[in-house]
């Protein structure tokens, strides 16, 4: 109890198949507008900044074609207010509002300015001018922090000992580029919600086909299949198994191994309920010899007549062979049980022998002694051929089946009847193979129609007259038809009025 707790405890630890799914595709979808998003930026970025340039380049040819600043004087608002009409240098026509212009010869700063957005000229800080003069006249555009005014893209040119230095502000990419950052985080975020919602509804609905496979295996676990009905009458649906090919999958498996564990569970109890109808067969079988012989004891041990306790003894002796055959048979077919369970594993009990075996002279011999010791039946044999006929096997074994075949027909029938005893080779296959064909018929009384069924199972009787006083134990038949089969060959019978055949067919010798 403790042990199914804790993995009860322990599932519910683990996140389920759909949660797990949701949760995959959110962070797929995360990761992927992350990536598209700073490759969206990136190339964004790289497409302003190159706007940007392009407007530096012009604004830079505006500043070297513009008056001659080397006699123009700086602006004289200190202020940083203002306007000087003398200074038409900065904040030429055509240069837009907040573009720095400085001019340096020589190390000195001749101007170092720019106008905003209302035409007022402001100076530079000597920091700012240090940051200008800084830059490279190659004609490059760079960037520069110029303090409390920003960050600035700068382009300086040389002419004639001056140098010209133009910078345009990175304040609208920057504020451009944080824009294009707050619409991608938005539209991340409602499409991750959105994504969310309906992987986890596409993945329920997807699922519930499963969560049904997985509601059959809890029905099939409460069920008592141990002392119920061993049919299981629960199934994964046939709409279910056509939702998608995963499930259908794993409930065709689930169906199939449901059918197994089905047919086992008959196939146990019935040999659990043949296993209790042996027993009692058995123990009734021991039941009377033994009886017999304790009354004849008790008989023997109160008399002093020595003619009657020779009778008692012979009585007892009879009895105890009789005993002895039927727990020999027992054991022969549990022998034979056993090789058969064993098929494709290390035998349990001996197999039979494969040294050859005539089976025509068991067959005569056979029909001789039931000539003699049964003379009011008609014994007929019919043997082809003057080779003897030879198949791969068990003497003993293989004596026993003709020996029982022959025993039932003399037992079984009443006096006056034609017994017939046929062995013939029968052609198996093109390649010479064959067949040895033991056929033991008779003309007396057809076996009763209900019995063919049952008729090689222990302890069977063909008819109800054919009781246990007939002196046979029930497992003749049983015996014949585990020895034919331990040597790979078939038995039947055919019963009608006028004639009972039992057929065995036995591999012959290549």
């Not at 049904?212 to 119920?228: F, K, P, Q």
């Not at 080779?387 to 029982?404: I, K």
Request: glycine share 10%; aromatic share 2%; hydrophobic share 45%.
């Amino acid at each position: 109890m403790r042990a199914e707790r804790a993995a009860r405890a322990g599932r519910a630890r683990v996140p389920s198949l759909r949660w797990r799914i949701t949760a995959a595709t959110a962070l797929l979808l995360v990761v992927t507008n992350v990536v598209v998003g700073a490759v969206t930026v990136v190339a964004f970025r790289g497409y302003l900044v190159d706007r940007l340039d392009a407007e530096l380049a012009t604004a830079a040819s505006r500043t070297v074609g513009g008056p001659d600043g080397a006699h123009a004087p700086p602006p004289t608002s200190s202020a940083g207010s203002g306007s000087d009409p003398d200074n038409a240098f900065i904040g030429a026509p055509g240069q837009a509002a907040g573009t720095v212009v400085a001019i340096f010869r020589g190390g000195d700063t001749v101007l170092a300015g720019y106008t905003d957005d209302r035409g007022r000229q402001h100076v530079l800080t000597s920091a700012q001018e240090r940051a200008l003069a800084a830059v490279p006249s190659d004609g490059h555009p760079e960037t520069v922090d110029l303090g409390r005014l920003g960050s600035y893209r700068t382009q300086a040119v040389g002419d004639s000992g001056d140098v010209f230095v133009t910078a345009l502000p990175v304040g609208d990419l920057d504020a451009a580029i944080g824009r294009l950052l707050l619409v991608i985080g938005v539209v991340t975020a409602l499409g991750l919600v959105v994504a969310a919602w309906a992987s986890a509804v596409l993945v329920r609905r997807s699922l519930r086909p499963l969560e049904r496979v997985a509601s059959v295996a809890s029905e099939v676990a409460a069920l008592d299949l141990e002392r119920g009905d061993p049919v299981i009458p629960v199934r994964v649906a046939p709409a279910d198994l056509s939702a998608n090919r995963e499930v259908a999958q794993v409930g065709t498996a689930l169906n199939r191994l449901l059918g197994h564990v089905a047919r086992a569970l008959t196939v146990r109890r019935d040999a659990e309920a043949g296993m209790r109808t042996f027993i009692a067969d058995a123990s009734h079988e021991l039941r009377t010899p033994i009886a017999t012989v304790r009354a004849y004891a008790e008989l023997t041990a109160g008399s002093s007549d020595v003619e009657a306790i020779h009778r008692n003894v012979h009585r007892i002796g009879r009895e105890t062979v009789r005993m002895g055959d039927l727990v020999e048979e027992l054991l022969l077919l549990a022998r034979l049980d056993a090789g058969a369970a064993s098929v494709g594993e290390a035998p349990v009990g001996p197999a039979p022998a494969h040294d050859p075996v005539d089976l025509t002279s068991m067959v005569v011999e056979a029909t001789m002694d039931a000539r003699t010791t049964s003379p009011g039946h008609r014994w007929v044999l019919q043997v082809d051929g003057d080779e003897p006929l030879l198949v791969p096997g068990d003497a003993g074994q293989l004596r026993r089946v003709v020996t029982n075949l022959v025993t039932n027909a003399r037992v079984h029938t009443p006096e006056g009847t034609t017994v017939v005893v046929s062995l013939q080779r029968v052609p198996a296959g093109p390649d010479g193979a064959h067949v040895a064909r033991l056929v033991v018929a008779n003309d007396g009384p057809p076996v009763p129609a209900e019995a063919l069924p049952t008729l090689f199972d222990r302890f069977t009787r063909g008819e109800a007259s054919r009781s246990r006083d007939s002196g046979t134990s029930g497992l003749g038949l049983a015996i014949v038809r585990a020895v034919v089969a331990a040597h790979g060959g078939s038995v039947r019978v055919v019963s009608g009025p006028g004639r009972t055949a039992f057929t065995v067919d036995l591999p012959g010798e290549p």
